[in-house]
């Protein structure tokens, strides 16, 4: 039994239930288990594998949950939790890698500031932003993968993996950093560019959905739609210009891989680089195209977040969106 299949088998409503937690978790939002909550504040994402309290800013995954409802260590939470879904966990042996020279030095891991979970006011402005669902984002933000700050005095949504390799900030009022000359990505320094955001969570998946920078949560979108969050994950390369990183290959190696590229000649550029290092390492990759779908405006679909715009003549073409 894999991770994933361990939390697919046991979810947080399954927890609270074995452990005679109070309240009911079927309400969305209901009243915390775990304090008091006159005004219901504690939500369940449809899945059953993330939670958010906007009244204390605690989110997390089913682990978390346990750990919250028990007191228990991580590692103890952890234990337990393996235990109750009924096993064991196995994880696939990765390909070896050639070792680096003696001389060497590993790069360093990147050390960013302080992030924040977002409170139900952020993730609802960054939904409409993204014209995205709030459960997208709800997901992104118990899966660790979704963050906010203030940075350079404006606040801004963060994206990054339990890896913390890379991180790109966004300001939430949607406009550009001015530091950046008016660029509306921006990598933070020290992120390994090349490192596929998202890998550092969903590293036992077998499938993968790989797009550039902020489609990243329109993946988690689709995913959510689908009700596919157990078998597919998002990835993102910071930029179309991007590689994949070394590090990252032996990873993806046999996994099956979508790529959504920009509808643009960087876009090409990127997919066809990306789809031939995937392939050289055994990955089973092919690429969704957007070309002649529409926007609900008319304006053509030039990326997975377009998408999210669909025509509704043009819906029916997205049914088969993920791989």
Known sequence: MTIEEAKARLTIPMIWARLGLPGDCRKNPCKSPFREDKHGSFSVSKCGRFFNDFGTSEAGNVVDFLRLATGLSPEAAFTKFLEMAGGGVTIA????????????QPRQKPVFPDFE?????????????????FAACFIASGAGLLHFATLNGHRAFVLTDDARLAAQARRLDGQGWEHKDGAKAWTLYQSWGKWPLGLGTGAAYPVFMLCEGV??????????A?????????LAQLGASMAIHEDALPILAGKRVRIFPHMDEAGTKAANRWAAQ???????????????LRRADGSPVGDLNDATQIHKEDAHELEGLLP
């Open 215 to 224: 489609d990243f949560l329109a993946g988690i979108h689709f995913i959510h």
């Open 278 to 292: 995937l392939e050289a390492v055994g990955a089973e990759v092919d690429c969704f195209s957007f070309e002649g």
């Open 93 to 104: 042996a990765l390909p070896k890698r050639e070792q680096a020279p003696k001389e060497t």
């Open 226 to 234: 689908a009700g596919a969050e157990t078998l597919v994950f998002p």
């Open 117 to 133: 979970r977002g409170t139900k006011a952020e993730l609802e402005t960054l939904a409409a932003l993204r014209h995205i669902s």
